[in-house]
């Protein structure tokens, strides 16, 4: 081997371990980004859920518990949620007795040291509304943005408790997420402010609406308590349908997790009296849009239903 050769011969075998460090560094890179630990977060309903993804970003994988148009008063955790949750880093839920057949969950869960972030929690009680006397608040909270920030908040706090490395991260979401929300609550307003004072009536399934009610100036009428466990009476139908024609309301609203039966035995009733109210199209109420729907976000929720309100009511 002569010393041309010799050279050729060693700058081959440096490319090639270069070639094999090089393949090895990208092998190891590949390696850890794939096996970086994103969180496995489960979340109660469709809004928790798209809440948790939008702080969370590519740092958590979610998983929702109830699809669109299930009425969390109502859901039973079944025997694969509750192994989901056990699996789970952090359990996102509402509280506020929302998810009314699940508070024993999270109560164990929460004793056996589990990462439990219930929404409640971030909430300043001065800013809820009360329920039956003082006993119980309003779960509704999503109703109104500026408490929907306050959730925002407090899953970016329990994602950055339970995952440090990312916390700036959780946080500049939270940011972002919050300047979205500042201009959702202005477009609320703005289509608000198209109807009279006089016509800010929503009479709708169930008492969802209060604090959209309180936030944006309406006055809400729910044929069914807080909750749909309780069914409504033919009283309460009767007089809420002498509110209506008292009132001249023009329409009337389902909700998409409640059946329409109630809603339409109400415009039945109103019939009844000699005035004419319209459905005036389905209400998000208890959970986002379905895939497709073009509500499938909270903040197209929002939206969707703030239209389907002032464009009936016009
Ligand atoms: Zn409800």
Redesign the pocket.
Known sequence: MNRRQKIILAAAFSALLMLTGCTQNTTTGNVSDTVEETLNVVATTTMIADLSSVIGGEHVSVNGLMGPGI???LYQASAGDVSLMQKADIVVYNGLH?EGKMGEIFESLSTQGDTVICLEDGLDEAKLLEWEEGSVYD??IWFDVTLWKDAATAVAKGFSDADPEHAADYNTNLENYLKELDDLDAYVRERTEELPESQRVLVTA???FSYFGKAYGFEVRGLQG???DAEAGTADVSNLADFIVSRQIRAIFV?S??PPKTIEALQAAVKAKGFEVAIGGELY??SLGGEDSGAETYILTVKANIDTIVDALK
Do not use: G
């Open positions: 009425d969390p008063h929302l779960p509704h169930h008492d969802a807080i909750s749909t909700e997790s409640v109420s208890d």
